[in-house]
């Protein structure tokens, strides 16, 4: 499973309970499909997974607006 | 809205025991600290907009009942510990009032809500309490109030609009079929992670002195003051935090943060502005419903965090927004449930409760919000600012829930205003500086105007015509006490009036100057009163004075007149005419009232200060002046009551003013405590230890006295004036009283009419400065 389906499967699994699907592009945050603790959430996911830790700095709408956005985001970091 | 469920209730119905989560525990353990206290009642009125069938409603809502564990769930104590015990499955009957004969409907709901929701609940039988008000012509108001241990905001939201789909489910025979609802009680919420715990509890905080107030113990009564941000304010805050560096994740924590910014701006400046960099904190409260099936869940999750914030004297709005940004996001990341435990709340006495949520609908009819204040609070939440926009209307309500044993009534209602100038400034300029922003609303800057400088309150009435209305009022009460012997004011009255017609015989007539030469005796308040009927100005001449400086001021005023004592009068050199008041026969003068008396521009009395020169230094004081101070003391000082002040200060210090005319024109009474012929006078520790007065007016020197003695039961308020207060010993005399005491600090030159402005003291010093006891329980201290 590459990054995209496991942060798609970790956010319609855990965050929204199969009560709603994500796609890549979808606005998580503008649309509030996730809240910001959702994002909190998302993050201690995301550092556990890919085993990195994400300053908070780094917790921005640029890099969390999308699952696409994170994405990119863990590629800019193991580069 | 319900999709299918993977819970079911079989669990929760094993067993019906649980353990109370860290959210229930920490509200648990503040209700039993105050168990009569409804501290914890969440209560609303919803307007809903159509007739409701009550048949259709009872039956929605015993579906919730049946179909959630959460209106079930009671507080077991019988074990020793606390746990949520689930009630089975019970018939819920539904409330049904009608006001709808009622002259105003929507009042007499509130008025019968208002009173409802002081009922504390008994925890271990029902935590809810529901009732459906028809007040007639299709207008229908639900009542619903939850103990917090069993809702949130997010709960009553989802309360309200599951109630809604089932009642519409039940218009269509439909309700079987509903889905039940997530399990509460039985939910097993994760312990937080060591991060978080560490992390909280590597924190550390103050609380912030409102307004200068603190206190040790207070009660929980709470008293809510309510503003809303106009449309065009509000629509401006939510695109500016979107487009400044309070700017986050979501708009809604954008938003947050902007408030939180404005928040503390505000705290900054009614507490620690002007002590350099100072680190604020509040709590707010993370909701705890990080997945969907938390946000569908009924029952509490929040949990207050504390969000901490350094400010300095160079901050600006944007600068502050920017730390807030970081201290919320840093608060987000280590809100786990069940981290708040480890957390330093209790030393945070502010709360921010910013609530985003917002209704929907109640089975396609709209729904208007009212929150129903129980008049309580938690005790150590010195203010509440609860920001919501439950309703959707476009405009942010803000409720400042502030403790009344802190705050007065006429702070309480200020605090919006002084809120309100930080929005305005944070809108019209992001980058100012919030130590520069003015505070200060238009009535409270007028009034603030006519106190700095002493512009005329009432000051057409002058002091002898308020005396003489004090008289009628009072014709039996005791005016005067000095040792075994008192006045009413009626017969004090016709003293003053019998010695004035015989000043006016003498010749005494308008802005004539009369000295006073005279000891502490209920004589010298005839004397002063009498001179001031007859028109004349009076001059105090302290007996004990160099004869020298007595000669001067005789001489420099070229004063005709002196009232004194046949035992004074070998120090009274000169060519005045001397009336020794134990030597003259006054019987056969009139006691009535004049028929003539001063007007507010006329002189009322003079007197000598000592001058840089050397020379004492006469100072002028008009009626008109007299009467403002006076008015305006009385108004602050006695608020309607009738209290005692002792006259146990020369005459000739202006705070005698205070002592004289304040109780004189307000029905109360004055105590003299005559000079005594020791080195030291010893007046006012004879004041102290005889409980006989309410209030002393006196000079932090006096203070310094009767540091130390225990203060008694009758004294209520110490004003000082004259020289500068040490706030150590203001502190010092607040902690040596048993009952709540009042501490002024008035302040002004003898020009401006004994005090002008008054003035607090600083409670941090206090807090330094005093190492061992402090203010007794309910003190306040006026700053």
């Known amino acids: ?79 | 809205m319900m999709a299918a469920s993977p819970s079911t209730s079989s669990s929760t119905t094993l067993n019906s025991r649980f353990d109370l989560t860290t959210a229930q525990r920490l509200l648990w353990l503040g209700q039993k600290l105050v168990p009569e206290s409804p501290l914890y009642n969440m209560a609303f009125l919803f307007t809903l907009g159509g007739k409701v069938d009550a048949g259709h409603f009872q039956a929605a809502f015993q579906a919730v009942v049946d179909r959630s564990d959460t209106l079930r769930t009671v507080i077991d104590e019988a074990s020793g510990t606390a746990k949520q015990q689930v009630l089975p499955p019970f018939d819920f009957r539904l409330l049904v009032l009608d006001f709808s004969a009622q002259e105003n409907p929507v009042a007499a709901a509130r008025d019968w809500a208002e009173v409802r929701v002081r009922s504390p609940f008994d925890l271990s039988q029902c935590l809810f309490d529901t009732a459906l008000i028809y007040l007639g012509q299709n207008r229908t108001v639900w009542y619903l109030n939850q103990h917090h241990l069993i809702t949130d905001i997010s709960s009553v939201k989802q309360l309200v609009e599951t109630v809604g789909e089932f009642y519409a489910r039940s218009l269509s025979g439909t309700l079987q079929t509903a889905n039940p609802l997530t399990p509460y009680a039985a939910l097993d919420l994760p312990t937080p992670s060591t991060r978080c715990i560490d992390y909280w509890r590597a924190c550390e905080l103050q609380p912030v002195a409102l307004y200068h107030r603190s206190a040790e113990t207070i009660s929980a009564r709470t008293r809510r003051v309510h503003c809303e941000i106009d449309e065009k304010r509000t629509a401006a805050l939510k695109e500016l935090s979107m487009h400044s560096s309070a700017a986050a994740l979501t708009p809604a924590l954008s938003l947050f943060n902007l408030v939180a910014g404005l928040l503390f701006a505000y705290l900054y400046r009614v507490s620690v502005q002007g002590q350099g960099r100072q680190q604020l904190a509040i709590a707010t409260p993370a909701h705890g419903r990080p997945t969907k099936a938390l946000k569908e869940t009924l029952g509490v999750f929040i949990e207050l965090f504390p969000l901490l914030s350094e400010i300095e004297e160079s901050e600006t709005f944007s600068s502050l927004l920017a730390k807030v940004r970081e201290a919320s996001g840093a608060l987000l990341r280590h809100a786990e449930p069940g981290a708040s435990e480890f957390a330093p709340s209790r030393d945070v006495n502010v709360v921010l409760n910013f609530i985003p949520a917002q209704l929907s609908d109640f089975a396609g009819m709209s729904v208007r919000s009212e929150w129903i204040h129980a008049g309580a609070g938690d005790p150590r939440h010195h203010l509440r600012l609860q920001v919501h926009d439950f309703d959707g209307r476009g405009r942010l309500q803000l409720h400042f829930d502030l403790n009344e044993d802190l705050f007065e009534r006429e702070l309480q209602d200020r605090v919006p205003t002084h809120f309100l100038a930080l929005v305005d400034a944070v809108l019209a300029d992001p980058e100012q500086l919030i130590s520069s922003v003015d505070l200060l609303g238009d009535e409270e800057r007028s009034q603030l105007a006519a106190l700095g400088s002493c512009k005329p309150v009432n000051a057409d009435v002058t002091v002898v015509e308020s005396f003489e209305q004090t008289v009628q009022q009072n014709a039996s009460v005791t005016a005067v006490i000095c040792g075994a012997e008192s006045l009413t004011y009626e017969q004090l009255n016709a003293q003053v009036n019998r010695l004035a017609s015989y000043l006016r015989s003498q010749g005494v007539s308008t802005e004539i100057p009369v000295g006073i030469c005279l000891r502490r005796s209920t004589e010298m308040l005839i004397a002063v009163l009498a001179v001031l009927k007859a028109g004349g100005a009076y001059v105090p001449i302290e007996p004990s004075h160099p004869v020298e400086r007595i000669s001067y001021i005789l001489e420099d005023m070229q004063i005709g007149w002196v009232l004194t004592h046949s035992a004074l009068t070998d120090r009274l050199i000169g060519k005045a005419q001397l009336i020794a008041l134990d030597a003259i026969e006054l019987s056969h003068w009139s006691d009535t009232d004049l028929d003539s008396s001063p007007q507010p521009q006329n002189l009322a009395y003079l007197l000598y200060t000592s001058g840089s020169t050397g020379q004492p230094k006469g100072v002028a004081v008009e009626h008109r002046n007299l009467a403002n101070y006076v008015q305006w003391a009385i108004s602050k000082y006695v608020r309607g009551r009738q209290l005692s002040f002792p006259l146990f200060s020369p005459l000739a210090f202006d705070l005698t003013v205070t002592s004289i005319f304040v109780p004189l024109l307000s029905g109360g009474q004055v105590v003299v405590y005559p000079d005594s012929d020791e080195p030291l006078d010893l007046s006012l520790q004879r004041i102290v230890q005889e409980n006989a007065v309410d209030v002393i007016k006196l000079t932090p020197s006096h203070l310094a006295l009767i540091q130390g003695m225990r203060l008694g039961s009758r004294l209520k308020t110490l004003i000082l004036g004259g020289e500068d207060l040490k706030s150590a010993l203001a502190s010092a005399i607040a902690s040596s009283s048993q009952q709540p005491l009042e501490i002024y600090n008035e302040y002004g030159p003898t020009e401006a009419t004994v005090g002008c402005m008054i003035h607090s003291f600083d409670s941090e010093d206090k807090a330094a400065s005093v190492p061992i006891g402090q203010p007794a329980a309910g003190s306040e201290i006026y700053l």
């Open chain 1, 1 to 79: 499973m590459d990054n995209q389906e496991i942060l798609k499967k970790f956010i319609s699994e855990d965050l929204l309970n199969s009560r709603q699907r994500v796609e890549a592009d979808d606005d998580l945050l503008g649309e509030e499909i996730i809240d910001s603790m959702g994002v909190m959430r998302l993050v201690a996911f995301v550092e556990e997974t890919f085993s990195c830790k994400v300053p908070q700095s780094d917790i921005t709408i640029t890099n969390f607006r999308t699952i696409k956005a994170i994405d990119t985001y863990l590629a800019a970091r193991s580069l």
